[in-house]
């Protein structure tokens, strides 16, 4: 799937590497029958006169094979790097949550599921991390709400803390029931089977180099690409500045307008 999902988002990478091969076999080919008549040459001094034409062609083609060696290297890296990037994604799109917490929960759903519906920020730390992470982006639920952010909390300590919003929200009116009503849940998504959570996130840091103690959060597009990560607390109100609203006319135009992919 991390492939396919690589070809469709680069279609001409793999016509760049075809032609790039052709062109470093098209230049050591010319390589070596220069090289032929310039053994030759450089062994009978009656051959010598052409030796400097066919030496500056060597030159030539050497060159052109390192080129493209370079251009066909470097592409190639950007694809393994793009696949592994996707792969990581594939993984943790797998990965389980639910509606609540405890036996009030809902059945768990794959995070994948969430694709095109919402954007995810992952806040993974202790609980105390969790907790001021909830706590700072309190004046920013409804913007948040409005953009379909959607958060995921995960104590890494086991300490999960209890998210409760300061107010019921009700004061925005009825016709902003629903908004409301977003801005409640924006916190209560619940991994499931928190080993395999564990396991992806360490992964990660070693892969970024981030201590494994180090409390982190990732944030995703609405796509489910991974959108932007770092060391402390996510940065909400940039999300808000970022992101567009999710709302009337232009839900789904601007769905994916959520900055570079990394």
């Known amino acids: 799937m991390a492939r396919i999902r690589s070809e469709v988002l680069s279609p001409y990478r793999s016509v ?3 032609f790039y091969l052709a062109f470093m076999a098209s230049g050591a080919l010319g390589g070596l029958i220069a090289l032929t008549r310039l053994l030759p ?3 009978d001094p009656a051959r010598s006169a052409g030796a400097g ?25 950007a ?11 594939e993984r943790l799109s797998r990965l389980k949550l639910r509606v609540g917490s405890g036996d009030a929960g809902g059945r768990p759903f794959a995070l994948g599921e ?4 919402a954007r995810l ?10 907790a001021e992470s909830f706590r700072r982006s309190q004046p920013l639920l409804r913007e948040l709400a409005e953009r379909a952010v959607l958060a995921v909390p995960f104590a890494t300590d086991g300490n999960a803390p209890e998210l409760r919003l300061d107010g019921d929200g009700e004061e925005d009116g009825a016709d902003d029931d629903g908004l409301a009503r977003r801005s409640k849940r924006l916190w209560q ?6 080993t395999e959570w564990a396991q992806w996130l360490d992964d ?21 690409r991974v959108r932007g990560s770092g060391v402390g607390y996510p940065p909400w109100q940039a999300f808000v500045a970022q992101m567009p609203p999710v709302k009337g006319m232009w839900s789904g135009l601007l769905d994916g307008m959520d900055g570079r992919v990394l």
């Open 16 to 18: 760049r590497m075809f």
């Open 41 to 43: 040459a450089l062994s």
């Open 53 to 77: 034409e066919t030496l500056r062609g060597l030159g030539i083609d050497a060159a052109a094979v390192a080129l493209f060696a370079f251009l066909y290297a470097r592409e190639s890296k």
């Open 79 to 89: 694809k393994d790097a793009q696949v592994a990037r996707l792969a990581r994604e």
């Open 114 to 117: 969430l694709r095109g519906t």
């Open 121 to 130: 920020v992952i806040v993974a730390g202790p609980g105390e991390f969790v």
């Open 189 to 194: 998504l619940t991994p499931v089977y928190t």
């Open 204 to 224: 990660q840091k070693k892969l970024a180099g981030v201590p494994p103690d180090s409390p982190v959060y990732l944030s995703l597009r609405m796509d489910g």
